[in-house]
């Protein structure tokens, strides 16, 4: 018997207490449909529960020396490494992340709490010379970095553990509490890392779980006066929602893309083709900088189509837990349709299907797009499937106008071999990260990370992360 099959029914985590909720609902998986396990589905009441929870831990948290902040995510790290393989299960089975994946994913949380336990112990702020003002003379300055009391945590199904990390992690190192609510599809992965928590020696009530609907729980963390920030990861729809809401709360929104690469003439295709099958197919494509959009210089664009579309063809379809797998099923069966009528849409509208473009049962197949118009909707909206578009240009400065021309803006790669044309396109591209010589797919854990446009705002990236988490004091003694 597999970890997850051992679970069958979770509770809400509220001040360091496993408590029962009023309702429950099955959670199912995608990729089966067959019930994991019963998943609190909380109303406001006990959402409010677990906030007074938080707002009465965050004293403790924010006297707590840095090198026990560091001490509780280092002990997390430890117990994370030991259990790596319930984690990627976990994983695995609730977001059908393909195994191989999920314990990429697992690997990369263990990064990100790593960086967070370093983190912890640099937070500091200036001395100032305040005599550079002629009213400042004889004055001593300098600021401090203070904890902004009770972090609210909203976070997507795609990443489910390391997502997680990306929040907690810097709330804890900055001495922060928070209350966590996780996507409905993947409570189990943030109810695993809460259990490790606990063990790790985390003060109770500095982290409370709460599962339910966006609707209820989302929009009361949103609401309640009592939370200092909220950090977001998700949907643009929901995230401007939720932006609108905030009110002088500070809210960091990492939202979705619909992410583009671009191709330079001259550049030897059989060393990125396979970079270029990852980034628009792992985990099914439903990652925020999944590789959506390639723009080719006319010259490679035949012999493009010749390498990409047999090599997308070899990835095999299947279930999660089986390490042969790179393609399974979509987070949910109205994906699949949403995905199947937009390729059908621009089919008709003069696209050709170069290959996919059906579905098997939940499984959407790779599909990859020619001659789509920049209007259609696999072009210009977040797919968030399987489904990449190949385009070709005459030049750079072509395709950098029509990366440019997007609602989005997370990240752009560019390869090309001309450092000119990279300089220039750092530029001109309009984006939160450019990525030369490889996909916008690529992410480490300690990079600024966020975007700009409709894909949001803020940084991640732990010490980025723990800039917004924090509020800047200064200081001034009068010595006169
Ligand atoms: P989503 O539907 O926006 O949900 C994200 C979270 O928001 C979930 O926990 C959801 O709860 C909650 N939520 C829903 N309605 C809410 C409301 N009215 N108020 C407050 N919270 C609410 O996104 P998703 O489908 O899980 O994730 C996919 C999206 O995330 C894509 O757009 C992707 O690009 C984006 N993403 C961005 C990044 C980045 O770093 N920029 C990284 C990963 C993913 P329920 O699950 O209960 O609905």
Not at 40 to 67: F, S
Not at 260 to 267: H, R
Not at 398 to 425: C, F, M
Request: glycine residues 8%; aromatic residues 6%; charged residues 25%.
């Amino acid at each position: 018997m597999t970890y997850v099959e051992k679970i069958t029914k979770k509770n809400l985590l509220i001040n360091g207490e496993w408590t029962e909720a009023k309702a429950y609902k099955p959670l199912y998986s995608p990729y089966s449909g067959e019930v994991l396990a019963e998943i609190p589905d909380a109303t406001e009441q006990e959402t409010a529960l677990a906030i007074e929870a938080a707002d009465r831990a965050k004293r403790v948290m924010a006297k707590l020396p840095a090198y026990k902040r560091a001490e509780i995510l280092e002990n997390l790290v430890q117990l994370l490494k030991e259990r790596a393989d319930e984690a990627a299960e976990i994983i695995a089975l609730e977001a059908s992340k393909p195994i191989t994946a999920a314990k990429g994913e697992v690997a990369r949380t263990i990064e990100t709490y790593k960086f967070a336990a370093e983190e912890a112990k640099r937070i500091h702020g200036d001395t100032l010379p305040l005599d550079a003002a002629s009213g400042g003379v004889n004055r001593l300055a300098y600021t401090v970095r203070e904890p902004l009391g009770v972090i609210g945590a909203i976070t997507p199904f795609n990443f489910p553990m390391n997502l997680v990390a990306h929040k907690v992690g810097p709330a804890i190192a900055s001495g922060n509490t928070i209350v966590l609510k996780p996507a409905s599809q993947t409570p189990l992965s943030a109810f695993f890392i809460a259990e490790l928590l606990q063990q790790a020696g985390l003060p109770t009530g500095a982290l409370n779980v709460v599962t339910g609907s966006g609707r209820v729980v989302g929009e009361k963390i949103v609401n309640d006066d009592r939370v200092s920030m909220i950090t977001f990861t998700g949907s643009p729809a929901v995230g401007i929602a939720i932006r609108n809401k905030a009110g002088l709360k500070r809210a960091t929104l990492e939202l979705g893309s619909n992410a583009a690469v671009i191709i330079d003439q001259g550049v030897d295709l059989d060393k990125i083709i396979l970079r270029c099958v990852e980034g628009a197919f792992s985990f099914q494509g439903q990652v925020c900088i999944s590789l959506q959009r390639v723009y080719i210089h006319e010259s490679l664009y035949e012999e493009f189509i010749e390498k990409f579309v047999p090599a997308v063809q070899k990835l095999k379809i299947g279930d999660p837990l089986d390490p042969e797998t790179n393609v399974s099923a979509l987070i949910t069966p109205g994906d699949v349709e949403r995905s199947l009528e937009w390729i059908h849409e621009a089919a008709s509208s003069g696209a050709t299907i170069a290959t996919g473009g059906k579905a098997e049962g939940n499984i959407l197949l790779p599909t990859v797009l020619v001659d789509a118009a920049a209007d259609m909707k696999v072009s210009c909206q977040e797919v968030f499937a399987p489904i990449v578009i190949v385009d070709k240009v005459t030049s750079v400065e072509e395709a950098i106008q029509k990366v440019n021309d997007s609602r989005y803006g997370l990240q752009a790669g560019i390869y090309t071999n001309d450092i000119h044309t990279a300089l220039n396109a750092i530029d001109a591209l309009h984006v939160g990260g450019v990525m030369v010589n490889d996909i916008p797919t690529f992410r480490v854990d300690n990079m600024p990370y966020g975007g700009v446009k409709e894909s949001g705002n803020g940084r991640e990236g732990i010490k980025y992360a723990v800039e917004e988490m924090t509020e800047l004091k200064l200081v001034v003694w009068n010595r006169n």
